[in-house]
């Protein structure tokens, strides 16, 4: 504490310096120190509190007696918890007034309050004169939030409540409905959720050594084996949900220490492990390929799924439609494996780029296809973002031309197709 001491200023008044003078109250403002220097001193108390452990005069707080809690400190603000006995509050003040002996700081008693029950008026107002205190009263704002000894009524925090909805902007009815509904449903804001209050119940599984973690331990859980102790009905609804999170472990709940790493816990880790697990698709790589036409792209998916309305789907709705392609005007039924590649049409196009950007292999079945497109497009080599761009293409004018074929009797000859694809790679570049 030797190297804290008040600060001084000095004014520059027309040119000349005055003579240096003590601040009075407060820190420095602007000062880079001072919030070290604060935390240096209110340290320094710290320690000196915790001395009151091994006083055997000194009582704590009902409240506090089981983590041993004699003050708490928030910026600048600093609250002193004891029993309401004159020898635990002189006792407290005495290490508080030690504190300013050796800093110089001081609390400025008029924005000091004593709070105080389960005493007499008499006892009360004898302590008041003899601390210099002024007496305040339960509830009390700090922060903009009640504080009570009892449970907040709903006239309370309506005051609160008014704020925050002054600053949000009004929707409509629906929208609300529609935003509840989706927040309700969305499994990307639930799985979230879950893995923040997973956070919470990894703390309280480790015992981290933090002011709320010790009163949780102490209030409900009091040495019990976290797994079979049950859900507190009388706890907050905060503690109640992190103590229910448990359900989302079971029946293994020792998974939650892997999503710690390197003893910090991971809510990436534990959110993507609580999402639902579907099965790779090997065409991922082909799909995901940049440079696309939106419109190539969209059809080329709904071909992978496979979503394409061709005539064995339509006839499975019930509609009687002519079965035979119209492309390569065989008897064989139109289905997705024979448009690409098994109808001669289709192959011949395909075969034709192929050849056209330097590849000469035969052309197989749709299945095959798929697995050597995805093969060579994993990589992002130019050619293979090229080769990706003409088989999107070439699913998209088969499936246009058969449409034109069907439902307008229009045609266009396998070269004009061809030119159309040129072009729009050479436009996309």
């Not at 709070?115 to 007499?120: E, N």
């Not at 050594?209 to 102490?218: F, G, P, S």
Request: glycine share 4%; hydrophobic share 45%.
């Amino acid at each position: 504490m030797e190297c804290v001491t008040t600060v001084s200023y000095t004014l520059l008044i027309n040119g000349g310096m005055t003579t240096s003078f003590p601040a009075k109250k407060g820190l420095r403002q602007g000062d880079p120190m001072s919030p070290y220097l604060f935390v240096l001193v209110m340290e320094y108390l710290n320690r000196a509190l915790k001395k009151l452990q091994i006083v055997p005069n000194f009582n704590y707080h009902p409240k506090c007696s089981k983590q041993h809690i004699t003050h708490i400190c928030f910026v600048d603000d600093l609250l002193l918890c004891c029993r309401a006995d004159r020898i635990s509050m002189q006792l407290l003040m005495k290490y508080f007034e030690h504190l300013s002996s050796v800093s110089g700081l001081k609390a400025n008693m008029v924005v000091s309050s004593l709070y105080i029950s389960g005493v007499t008026t008499e006892f009360r107002q004898k302590l008041l004169v003899e601390l210099h205190f002024s007496l305040g009263s339960l509830p009390f704002k700090y922060l903009g939030v009640l504080l009570s000894a009892t449970k907040l009524t709903i006239n309370q925090c309506m005051p609160l409540v008014e704020k925050i909805v002054a600053r949000i902007f009004l929707l409509p009815k629906k929208v609300v409905k529609l935003a509840q509904q989706s927040a309700g449903t969305s499994s990307g804001m639930a799985q979230r959720r879950i893995a923040a209050i997973l956070k919470l119940l990894w703390a309280i599984s480790q015992k981290k050594d933090t002011l709320w973690v010790q009163w949780i331990q102490h209030q409900y859980i009091k040495g019990k084996d976290l797994k079979e102790i049950k859900t507190p009905r009388q706890a907050s609804s905060v503690v109640r949900k992190i103590f229910e999170a448990r359900q989302w472990l079971a029946p293994n709940m020792d998974r939650i220490q892997t999503y710690a790493l390197d003893a910090k816990f991971s809510i990436k880790k534990a959110y993507m492990d609580s999402l639902p697990q579907y099965p790779k698709v090997y065409w991922k790589s082909l799909i995901l390929s940049k440079g696309r036409i939106p419109k190539h792209q969209f059809i080329m998916w709904m071909a992978l799924q496979p979503r394409l309305a061709t005539i064995d789907i339509i006839q499975l709705w019930g509609i009687q439609v002519q079965s035979e392609c119209v492309l390569c005007s065989t008897d064989a039924e139109e289905t997705l494996t024979h448009l690409f590649f098994e109808c001669s049409y289709s192959k011949t196009k395909w075969q034709k780029l192929l050849q056209w950007i330097g590849i000469q292999r035969q052309v197989r079945s749709w299945n095959e296809e798929l697995a050597w497109l995805a093969n060579i497009t994993r990589n992002k080599h130019p050619r293979t973002v090229i080769i990706a761009f003409i088989f999107a293409a070439t699913v998209y004018h088969v499936w246009m031309e058969r449409n034109s074929r069907r439902f307008q009797q229009l045609k266009k000859t396998t070269t004009e197709r061809l030119k159309e694809i040129a072009l729009q790679l050479h436009i996309v570049g």
